[in-house]
């Protein structure tokens, strides 16, 4: 059993406990986090969902939901271990966003991770995850408009590609 703190619109939290799978009420957001993880090359990680999920088979970045009593950034970091076994201290933070996805009202924490590892190096998680792989910016909106990435990643792709790609934080100064 799953438990979530929920938020407001504004991130603040409601004082509320809530399990999984129990419908929210209007106003209500569940917090999830959300890290692009960046190797040298400017390629993204992408790790395809379990088909036993919602959206299964799709491609996303790495994230989930942040449980009760748990922050942002350390959720983001226990999500990269779960799924890749990626141990990562710096993530640079892009933002904090509203998503109604279908039935999901989310409030989303999303990072970057600058990281040069082999797909083949991770650990995936087998109830979450099936492969993953490196892909270049370019294929990610042909991937996105023809259904195969996960809708949440699509969504922040497309709203922090830049800062994602050019973020200040250079590779020298990490």
Known sequence: MELWDLYDKHGKPLGIVHRRGVPLLPGQYHP???????????SILLTRRHPDKSNGGCWEVTGGCIRAGEDPLTAARRELWEETGIRAETLLPLGR???????????CWSYVLHLDIAAKQLTLQKNEVTDARWVSPD?????????????????????????????????ENL
Do not use: H, Q
């Open 97 to 107: 966003d509203l998503a109604v996805l279908p039935g999901d009202p989310v409030l």
């Open 139 to 171: 294929l990610l909106e042909p991937l996105y408009g023809a259904g195969g990435l996960e809708p949440m990643t699509g969504w922040l792709w497309r709203k922090y590609r830049d800062r994602i790609l050019f973020c200040p934080e250079s590779w």
């Open 32 to 42: 999830v986090t959300a890290v692009f993880t960046v190797n040298s090359k400017n």
